[in-house]
């Protein structure tokens, strides 16, 4: 059964889509069965994989909505790795669901035939703590939370641990904050080195910062317009490596 993993923060622009899409792609190059699920109204997971979100016959909001239908809407990457997709009919669905019963679970109940297809699915929260995020942390096993490595997104990081904190004590007692993964750490400025030190000053122990550290960089822009994943874009860029030595962390079970 696989291994159902949110990539949450309600700040916006902190590297989700950028983390969801490279540790997907690099758990793949290691023989992984891994799933994509676009969470995220703005469908940046579904063109940074090579798709046009307005071109869809079907999205994740058609089998939200009908609680089925996922195999038949999946859809293969540009790189060969499996995503549901969304477009900008997701935003509906918050409004839609919100009288729907068990709400909250409606994306557990689409993910559930799928779970033995694949070893690893990798959910792409949008950035809000709204319904659509709640489905994502109720259905996981874990959520990798990317931070960038600057002071209003390390503020962030408290909102989103309560809010985890309180999705494992009404609804998902299973659910682990895998860590705190530093994006976007620019190695030209000493704000980023002093972000980072507070970061793990004030979260560790009880939550872990990751040593895999995602240097910022102009490839990563370049890859995500030319639908590629980094690792394979830019297989040497530092931010390769953080997302191929993550995705071997999570194979062994380290994090």
């Not at 290691?30 to 090579?50: C, E, K, N, Y």
């Amino acid at each position: 059964m696989s291994r159902i993993i949110s990539i949450a923060n309600h700040k916006g622009g902190v590297g989700k889509t950028t983390t969801t899409l490279n540790l997907a792609a690099a758990l793949s190059s290691m023989g992984r069965r891994v799933l994509m699920v676009d969470l995220d109204p703005q469908a940046g997971l579904t063109i940074a994989s090579g798709l046009e979100p307005d071109a869809l016959e079907r999205s994740i909001y058609d089998v939200l909505r009908r609680g089925e239908g996922a195999v038949d809407t999946i859809v293969r990457s540009s790189f060969g790795v499996d995503l549901l997709p969304a477009n900008i009919d997701l935003a509906l669905a918050e409004l839609e669901l919100v009288s729907a019963i068990a709400r909250e679970r409606r994306l557990a109940a689409v993910l559930a035939p799928l779970r033995d297809a694949y070893d690893d699915i990798l959910i792409d929260c949008q950035p809000s703590l709204g319904l659509l995020t709640l489905n994502a942390l109720a259905t996981s096993d874990g959520v990798l939370i990317p931070v960038a490595c600057e002071y209003l997104a390390l503020r962030a990081v408290r909102g989103i641990l309560l809010y985890v904190a309180k999705v494992r004590g009404q609804m998902n007692s299973q659910l682990r904050v895998l860590g705190l993964l530093p994006t976007m750490f620019d190695r030209r400025t000493r704000h980023a080195a002093t972000t980072l030190s507070q970061l793990k000053k004030e979260f560790e122990p009880k939550v872990k910062v990751l040593n895999h550290v995602v240097y910022r960089s102009i490839r990563f822009a370049e890859s995500t317009a030319k639908g590629v994943p980094i690792i394979e874009y830019a297989k040497a860029l530092p931010g390769a490596d953080a997302y191929r030595n993550l995705a071997r962390d999570l194979i062994a079970g380290k994090l």
